[in-house]
């Protein structure tokens, strides 16, 4: 395998799904079709709901049969998603556009980072996922953030040129991922790629067993992945519903796209900081204290140490959320943006911190199934507040959604902040002084 290319490969993946324009104007389109706010909410809820059933059979899906044929099989949906937005079939269409729509994410996430993982793997170079992984991100976040800024562009086109487009992207991704080379790190995966129905159920049954015993066994894992997907719904929420917010403030809806496209680039902000902290925390001076402790006997204290940096991170960009979902809800525009421009750099920065964590501690037989937990936890949370950001906005306007939001991010970070404090101290306390009574 010629790493380079497979890498670039992936990169021109990424580039081809997230140029989409209609991610910036399809809340006003479908408002502009007659739905209501509570209806968009509706749809989005829908694709949340579909999101968290199938999100982690899909990653088996691509664990059991390879992660190439997962990402072909998630361009061609894709394709069928944009083609039922196109069509007039009341919002029974909208809403099977954006079940076909959260089928295809579902195969595509999890999976991209699988083959990215076990092909640096297979080369001997997985020191580079964070940095790769990063990068990746940061194509994907600017292509939205291009996809935004081409509003105009879209407005013009109307909902049916807009979504025709989309098709076309997809067929891109799908004739993309068709040239991407399958990694083969373990001999199951070995004898998957050679006969990827062999045994199926058998192999399905063990999947689920070792799936099942990775939860079981790292419970701390799924609390990251769960504190990633709360920071990250106000981000999403954010784009959608801000939509409406700015236009009824006289924002131009043709031009709607400019302050998302800032918004968005600051997620990319917030993707590199966050590389670059997770990597100055490895050669730093808090590395060198560690070593310190556990040249001294206290190896536990050292190593707890260590894990406490992505719990306050978690926490502070939590806060820092909430305070922006706050910002975004007021009435002036001038607070608006800077607001949003705060959630898409926290949410960034959490993103990149904990995939970079987590995908060390997965097995590269259920890599793709466990990163697919990340997602569904995200659409878990997802399916609750979006139709009542949607149905608050309603009732009492946009502001009273992001009300919602700020605060309960913001109240909930900083009392999980402080549990998690607290159980961390005394536990870190009995295991030091086991450990150094041992060296007495």
């Not at 949340?48 to 899906?61: K, L, N, R, T």
């Not at 939590?318 to 706050?326: C, D, F, N, T």
Request: glycine share 12%; with cysteine.
């Amino acid at each position: 395998m010629n790493i380079e290319m497979q890498i670039k490969k992936l990169y021109a993946f990424d580039a081809a799904l997230c140029l989409r324009i209609t991610d910036a104007v399809w809340v006003l389109f479908l408002l502009n079709r007659g739905f209501s706010l509570a209806q968009v909410g509706m749809a989005e809820g829908i694709y949340h709901v579909i999101s968290m059933f199938c999100e982690v059979p899909s990653g088996m899906a691509a664990d059991l049969f390879g992660r190439k044929r997962t990402l072909v099989f998630s361009g061609l949906l894709g394709m069928v998603s944009s083609l039922f937005m196109c069509l007039d079939a009341g919002f029974l269409g909208v809403c099977a556009g954006m079940a076909f729509s959260a089928l295809s994410l579902n195969l595509m996430s999890g999976t991209e980072e699988a083959i990215l993982y076990d092909s640096l793997l297979s080369a001997g170079e997985e020191e580079r996922f964070g940095k790769t992984l990063a990068r990746l991100s940061m194509i994907g976040r600017v292509g939205s953030a291009l996809g935004c800024l081409a509003s105009p562009m879209a407005v013009a086109l109307g909902y049916k040129g807009t979504y025709l487009f989309s098709t076309c992207l997809y067929f891109i991704s799908a004739v993309t991922a068709a040239g991407v080379v399958e990694p083969i790190v373990t001999e199951r995966q070995r004898k998957r790629q050679e006969h990827p129905l062999q045994g199926i159920g058998k192999r399905f049954r063990q999947h689920i067993g070792e799936s099942a015993q990775f939860i079981r066994s790292h419970p701390k894992v799924i609390c990251k992945l769960f504190a990633n997907g709360a920071i990250g719904c106000p981000v999403y929420l954010t784009v959608m519903f801000l939509q409406e917010h700015l236009t009824a403030l006289g924002w131009p809806a043709a031009w709607i796209g400019v302050p998302l496209l800032v918004m968005r680039l600051f997620g990319t902000v917030g993707v590199w900081l966050g590389s670059r902290e997770g990597k100055s925390r490895n050669k730093g001076k808090k590395g060198n204290r560690i070593q310190a402790k556990e040249a001294a006997g206290c190896k536990n204290e050292g190593r707890q140490q260590g894990k406490m940096g992505l719990a306050k991170c978690l926490t502070v960009c939590g806060l820092v959320s909430g305070v922006g979902a706050l910002m975004a809800g007021s009435p002036w525009i001038t607070v608006i943006v800077p607001g949003a421009m705060l959630l898409q750099a926290s949410e960034g920065f959490a993103q990149i911190r904990v995939d970079e964590n987590v995908n060390r501690d997965f097995e590269s037989d259920q890599r793709a199934t466990m990163v697919s937990i990340d997602s569904m936890l995200y659409s878990v949370l997802m399916i609750a507040v979006s139709p009542a950001v949607g149905k608050l906005g309603d009732w009492y306007g946009t502001w009273a959604g992001f009300t919602l939001l700020g605060t309960a991010l913001a109240a909930g970070s900083l009392g999980m902040g402080a549990l998690y404090s607290l159980y961390q101290r005394k536990s870190l306390g009995n295991e030091v002084k086991g450990n150094c009574e041992k060296n007495i």
